[in-house]
């Protein structure tokens, strides 16, 4: 298949720009498509054929359910049922934005969409392009991010033609993704309003419009345990994660810096190819391997905007062994080091 790239500016969508990626989600093709979080692979969340394709072309898991998004706050009475009134005020306060709704799902939502659940997820995002696609399709449209699954989320087009060029219809590049983690997903299928996914709207954020709010257990846990099984069945595999063997350092700032020099070196003089993981404040503090920046320790937004592509250009590099700092883990910090942990699959030295 010949993948189509059109660039558009999302701040200055022409009319009629999105026709040729409207009409390919009506008739049951796959369009990739940028969204404040991460770019979204989307198809039409009602028909099973092309949600099937979805799966095809990541590679996913059939049990791993879909977002749908949709463009209008009312839409979400199409696709669900007994929706509660903290749904409404949430939407209110937080859409169009990075979160994602879980709620019972009506019979129109077919299964395979929801892998199997009685429950369906709901986004409404904020940026234009993909507001502006859901709208002209007329399609609820069903997106998982849109990398290979496994692989960290795409952040910018470039990132998508690397994992799904010949594999999907159309992509469209509307420049970086502005947030760059995946939306916080919080269930209101259940008593308790639960958070499965930490995202940039944090814990508080939701508590101030809604009151008490519980996180899966899994979210808060440091080491894997086997006999706890996330509420959001994506994030029980393995994700996020680069090809090279990541491992987080954590304790007092120059004590780590001290010991991943310490490490890169070993591992330079061994032959070994070693990337650092840095931020603006320590970059020229490390001498060994290919030192990366993130962000700025001063500004966690820029860290979050800066995981997923940093762990790109080391699978671009080859690179084998991945040393990085560790992120306070309150509010934005606890989405961050949320993926990073799980990029690490949870290795972490203790200084
Ligand atoms: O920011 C985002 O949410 C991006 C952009 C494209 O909108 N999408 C995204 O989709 O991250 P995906 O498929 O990569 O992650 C969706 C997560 C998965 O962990 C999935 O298991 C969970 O949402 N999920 C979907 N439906 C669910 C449901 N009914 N119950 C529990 N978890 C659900
Ligand atoms: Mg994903």
Same mark, same amino acid.
Request: hydrophobic fraction near 40%.
């Given at each position: 298949?010949?993948?189509? $790239?059109?660039?558009?500016?999302?701040?200055?969508?022409?009319? =009629?720009?999105?026709?040729?990626?409207?009409?390919?989600?009506?008739?049951? *093709?796959?369009?990739?498509? !940028?969204?404040? @979080? #991460?770019?979204?692979?989307?198809?039409?969340?009602?028909? #099973?054929?092309?949600?099937?394709?979805?799966?095809?072309?990541?590679?996913?898991?059939?049990?791993?359910?879909?977002?749908? /998004?949709?463009?209008?706050?009312?839409?979400?009475?199409?696709?669900?049922?007994?929706?509660?009134?903290?749904?409404?005020?949430?939407?209110?306060?937080?859409? !169009?934005?990075?979160?994602?709704?879980?709620?019972?799902?009506?019979?129109?939502?077919?299964?395979?969409?929801? *892998?199997?659940?009685?429950?369906?997820?709901?986004?409404?995002?904020?940026? /234009?392009?993909?507001?502006?696609?859901?709208?002209?399709?007329?399609?609820?449209?069903?997106?998982?991010?849109?990398?290979?699954?496994?692989?960290?989320?795409?952040?910018?087009?470039? /990132?998508?033609?690397?994992?799904?060029?010949?594999?999907?219809?159309?992509?469209?590049?509307?420049?970086?993704?502005?947030?760059?983690?995946?939306?916080?997903?919080?269930?209101?299928? =259940?008593? $308790?309003?639960?958070?499965?996914?930490?995202?940039?709207?944090?814990?508080?954020?939701?508590?101030? #419009?809604?009151?008490?709010?519980?996180?899966?257990?899994?979210?808060?846990?440091?080491?894997?345990?086997?006999?706890?099984? !996330?509420?959001?069945?994506?994030?029980?595999?393995?994700?996020?994660?680069?090809?090279?063997?990541?491992?987080?350092?954590?304790?007092?700032?120059?004590? $780590?810096?001290?010991?991943?020099?310490?490490?890169?070196?070993?591992?330079?003089?061994?032959?070994?190819? $070693?990337?650092?993981?840095?931020?603006?404040?320590?970059? @020229?503090?490390? /001498?060994?391997?290919?030192?990366?920046?993130?962000?700025?320790?001063?500004?966690?937004?820029?860290?979050?905007?800066?995981?997923?592509?940093?762990?790109?250009?080391?699978?671009?590099?080859?690179?084998?062994?991945?040393?990085?700092?560790?992120?306070?883990?309150?509010?934005?910090?606890?989405?961050?080091?949320?993926?990073?942990?799980?990029?690490? =699959?949870?290795? #972490?030295?203790?200084?």
């Amino acid at each position: 298949m010949k993948t189509k $790239v059109i660039q558009l500016d999302t701040e200055d969508l022409q009319e =009629g720009s999105l026709g040729e990626a409207a009409e390919i989600l009506k008739k049951g *093709g796959l369009v990739a498509f !940028p969204t404040e @979080t #991460v770019y979204g692979l989307g198809a039409n969340a009602l028909d #099973v054929n092309a949600s099937s394709k979805i799966y095809e072309a990541k590679g996913r898991p059939s049990d791993n359910p879909l977002i749908i /998004h949709i463009s209008r706050v009312k839409d979400m009475e199409i696709l669900a049922q007994d929706i509660p009134k903290k749904a409404y005020q949430l939407a209110e306060i937080f859409w !169009p934005g990075p979160l994602t709704i879980i709620l019972k799902k009506k019979e129109c939502v077919p299964y395979q969409t929801t *892998g199997g659940l009685d429950t369906v997820a709901i986004r409404l995002p904020a940026n /234009h392009i993909a507001r502006n696609l859901i709208e002209v399709s007329g399609v609820y449209v069903a997106a998982p991010s849109a990398n290979i699954s496994g692989k960290p989320s795409p952040t910018t087009a470039q /990132h998508v033609i690397k994992d799904m060029d010949g594999k999907i219809d159309m992509i469209i590049d509307g420049g970086s993704a502005t947030l760059g983690l995946e939306s916080t997903i919080i269930d209101l299928s =259940g008593k $308790v309003p639960m958070i499965l996914r930490p995202g940039c709207i944090t814990k508080i954020m939701l508590e101030n #419009v809604i009151g008490q709010v519980e996180y899966d257990p899994i979210i808060l846990q440091k080491d894997p345990d086997i006999n706890l099984v !996330p509420k959001a069945p994506g994030m029980k595999y393995r994700h996020y994660a680069p090809e090279g063997k990541l491992t987080i350092y954590e304790g007092e700032i120059n004590k $780590v810096i001290d010991a991943i020099n310490q490490k890169a070196q070993e591992k330079k003089e061994n032959g070994n190819s $070693v990337g650092v993981i840095a931020t603006d404040e320590t970059s @020229t503090l490390y /001498h060994f391997g290919v030192v990366k920046t993130i962000g700025s320790r001063k500004d966690e937004a820029s860290i979050a905007a800066g995981l997923y592509g940093i762990l790109r250009e080391f699978d671009e590099l080859r690179t084998e062994y991945i040393y990085s700092e560790n992120f306070a883990d309150n509010s934005l910090g606890q989405a961050i080091m949320n993926r990073l942990l799980k990029a690490a =699959g949870y290795r #972490v030295v203790k200084i």
